[in-house]
């Protein structure tokens, strides 16, 4: 090789390194955005004010805001499969599942300390048009599968279905995390994931309990004819395609209803997901009243809280609507929904204080362990295809059983 063969390879090279790095701070950048704003929501000009660049170089980059989005959200799947690759390393399904947390706990400490960026959450990924959205979708289904992985081989259908409820309340219980960990301090990391890891390996049952619970009927009389429907499709296609994938025609076509009779029911979209958001937050904490009501052990109150919301879930009178749609709200209407779900899981963790006082609940960290209800409960809609395969009451066991009796407990088996 000559002397100018060596130069221009050099130059070839710090080329190469200069493109991948200003890829990178783009693609973080534009991760940030759709954590705040939604994919949707996402625009080149802030990109590129966030990158300190104009526009035009981020379209060297990225020819469409959807092509962006995509990269980022390929980004995400490829850092949960080489997380989850490195677990399955480890020699058991305890040892694999608590690698799998110290990796997400290890990068939440380091972008608290601001070392690295966080990467765009997967909540649009339905949104996102063909043929992306089904690549995208067959790398979350890989994904998926990955982590069912986790606990082995299945000896039959009925562990299957119990390992594919477990990986998604492992994965979603990771996703919920940045939702709550804001509240400690980064050098608390290390004990909330042991306190997390406990409620995953152990469960919350005190000695000797079993699942029994005993569904609460919540219906009640609808003051306005017609809304509640409206509510329930709304509440479904913004679970399914985010806050803005979710226009007003599309709810409206669910329906079949005119977009005038929209704004019959609701001034704005804003309004209709703050409606969305009450009716779910009151259902949950109508779940909660009433079991407190019945009396009997903290335990029965909790599990048959849990197995309500559940069931409502999985039926055609559900679901709730999911966090995933705060990202398209005014910050001051998302801060308000924020702490009303905080409100719902500190009355869990009163629950289990009271549960844990009487000997019906294992000792836990029960705020750390109200949480992963609520990740639980809200990740729920996801599975309603799961739980269709199967008898009602065992879906709900199942996907309950996960942190009632933990990640690696198979009792439920014998239900």
């Known amino acids: 090789m000559q002397a100018g063969d060596e130069v221009r390879g050099e130059e070839e090279e710090a080329g190469t390194k200069r493109f991948r790095a200003k890829r990178d701070a783009i693609l973080a950048a534009a991760a940030e955005a759709i954590n705040e704003q939604s994919a949707k929501g996402m625009t080149f000009a802030d990109v590129a004010r966030r990158v300190g660049l104009n526009t035009t170089s981020v379209t060297y980059y990225f020819k469409r805001k959807e092509d962006l989005a995509a990269a980022c959200f390929e980004h995400t799947l490829d850092r949960l499969q080489a997380m989850l690759d490195e677990s399955l390393a480890e020699s058991t399904p305890r040892a694999r599942v608590a690698h799998y947390l110290a990796l997400n706990m290890e990068r939440f400490a380091r972008i608290e300390r601001g070392e690295e960026q966080a990467f765009a959450v997967l909540s649009d990924l339905r949104a996102m048009e063909e043929p992306v959205r089904a690549r995208l979708l067959a790398g979350w289904q890989r994904v998926f599968r990955t982590t069912r992985s986790l606990w082995g081989p299945?000896?039959?259908?009925?562990?299957?279905?119990?390992?594919?409820?477990?990986?998604?309340?492992?994965?979603?219980?990771?996703?919920?995390?940045?939702?709550?960990?804001?509240?400690?301090?980064?050098?608390?990391?290390?004990?909330?994931?042991?306190?997390?890891?406990?409620?995953?390996?152990?469960?919350?049952?005190?000695?000797?309990q079993g699942w029994s619970p005993e569904l609460i009927d919540l219906a009640h009389d609808e003051p306005e004819p017609g809304r509640e429907a409206f509510l329930l499709a709304a509440t479904r296609l913004i679970n399914e395609l985010g806050y803005r994938g979710a226009s007003v025609q599309k709810i409206a076509s669910e329906l079949n209803v005119t977009k005038g009779s929209f704004y019959h029911h609701l001034d704005a979209k804003d309004d209709l997901v703050i409606a969305c958001y009450k009716r779910s937050f009151d259902t949950i904490a109508d779940a909660q009243r009433l079991a407190d009501e019945r009396g009997e052990s903290h335990w029965h109150r909790l599990t048959s809280t849990i197995a309500t919301l559940l069931d409502v879930q999985f039926s055609e009178r559900g679901p709730l609507l999911r966090t995933t749609a705060l990202s398209g709200l005014p910050a001051t209407v998302r801060r308000a929904m924020v702490e009303r779900s905080n409100r719902i899981a500190r009355r869990f963790a009163g629950t289990m204080m009271d549960g844990i006082a009487e000997g019906s609940i294992r000792p836990v960290d029960a705020l750390v362990a109200s949480q992963a209800l609520m990740a639980l409960q809200n990740a729920a809609f996801d599975m309603r295809k799961w739980a269709s395969t199967m008898p009602r009451e065992k879906a709900v066991a199942f996907y309950a059983s996960t942190l009632a009796f933990g990640l690696f407990d198979d009792r439920v088996l014998g239900l």
């Open 154 to 208: 299945a000896a039959n259908r009925a562990q299957t279905d119990l390992h594919g409820a477990r990986a998604h309340v492992l994965l979603e219980n990771t996703f919920w995390l940045p939702l709550w960990l804001v509240r400690y301090e980064v050098d608390q990391f290390d004990r909330i994931e042991a306190r997390l890891m406990d409620v995953f390996e152990h469960g919350i049952a005190g000695p000797d």
